[in-house]
């Protein structure tokens, strides 16, 4: 890797991990969080599960996996130019999403619904969950044993009474304190991937049109510009190319406004870092047109009435499976029943969340369904 900036977070100043272990041979410590992500079984669900279309409605639209994986390709071209460690970001990336229910976001809310009695749901724990203990590959430990910076860059966020009970990694919640600059950019560049990546689909799915969309200053400046230089270029190459300079000028404004953040507070180590404002952030312009970009996918795509009676569909699925599993626990597979009433709720969470959409799908059908599959 090339030299790192020195307010990196590199192997010389990283918390380590909660077991010890021994230095991997020939690759880093956060190439080697990385390689145990993309190794994991919650990796391999992202195939199968939600990001805005279910995945049994198109074979080009992005799943959990491909978002993740675009996140990080975004991440590791801007920890790149800024000098920031391309490993840990590309492992923050891969595994940013790892705790995400079937069924997108009404997945999440129906299931943070159910739980609401038993300490709620939220998909940034639960991907930290799955590293930290539900993964089962290692001997010598539960969960990937990730070192601290990639764990934290994964619970982006998290309410002051969840942190409480997390340890050294919940801490910044309760002193106010911001993660490595890694952690920050990943979180970004998950934003530049969802916003331009929901363009094509919902573009691509005709939920949105290119007239509703011309409307918006982020996409119609580049719009009109490859009009204007191809004007006869088909409507599919227009709208690759569109997104392309969008996703450009977001990633080129972040970089520079980052870099003018750092320069400006004077920052010289990740103990810098943590103590000053967030530092990786678009320019004021940039930000007020990328909100008017989420803005209108919020109303014309997530609540596009085609999204909201598949989300229908997703809250009746979780919540039936969440309470014929809550009724009686011999239903569930044997390493999901625990012993006391007490944990059944977290175990059943653990569960549901795992599922791909189509296994719970199938699971419900398998468990209601008065006729034979
Ligand atoms: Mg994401």
Redesign the pocket.
């Known amino acids: 890797m090339a030299e790192l900036a020195p307010y990196a977070v590199g192997e010389h100043n990283t918390r380590g991990r909660a077991v010890r272990e021994e230095a991997p041979f020939g690759r880093s410590e956060f190439q080697r969080d990385r390689d145990r992500i993309i190794h994991s079984t919650a990796f391999r669900r992202l195939e199968y599960k939600t990001q805005v279309f279910v995945n049994h409605e198109g074979d080009l639209f992005r799943t959990r996996l491909t978002?993740?994986m675009e996140?990080a390709q975004i991440a590791r071209s801007i920890a790149r130019h800024l000098k920031l460690n391309e490993d840990l970001v590309e492992a923050i990336a891969l595994a940013?999403?790892l705790g995400h229910t079937p069924f997108g976001h009404a997945g999440q809310d129906a299931l943070n619904a159910c739980m609401k009695d038993h300490g709620g749901f939220e998909h940034n724990l639960q991907s930290l969950r799955v590293v930290d203990m539900l993964e089962e590959r290692y001997a010598a430990f539960d969960g990937l044993n990730l070192c601290f910076e990639t764990r934290e860059g994964i619970l982006k966020h998290c309410a002051p009474e969840s942190a409480a009970g997390l340890g050294a990694v919940g801490e910044r919640f309760i002193t106010r304190q911001r993660p490595s600059l890694e952690a920050q950019i990943a979180n970004l560049a998950?934003e530049i991937?969802?916003n331009n990546h929901d363009v094509d689909d919902g573009l691509r799915s005709g939920l949105i049109t290119l007239e509703q969309i011309a409307s918006l200053r982020l996409f119609s400046r580049h719009l009109d510009a490859v009009r204007q230089t191809y004007p006869n270029l088909g409507e599919r190459r227009l709208i690759n190319e569109t997104i392309r300079r969008m996703i450009n000028t977001l990633v080129t404004d972040l970089i520079q406004q980052t870099e003018q953040n750092i320069r400006a507070q004077g920052i010289q180590n990740l103990a810098g870092v943590r103590s000053a404002p967030p530092l990786a952030a678009f320019s004021a312009e940039v930000r007020e047109q990328s909100r008017e970009l989420k803005a209108f996918l919020h109303t014309q795509l997530y609540r596009h009435y085609h999204v909201m009676r598949m989300n229908t569909k997703a809250h009746r699925i979780i919540g039936d499976l969440f309470h014929v599993f809550m009724d009686d626990c011999r239903l569930l597979p044997p390493q999901y029943q625990r012993q006391t009433r007490d944990e059944r709720p977290r175990a059943v969470a653990d569960y549901i969340a795992g599922m791909t959409d189509r296994y719970a799908i199938r699971e419900h059908r398998r468990i209601f369904a008065v006729e034979e599959d």
């Open positions: 978002h993740s996140v940013h999403d998950d991937a969802y």
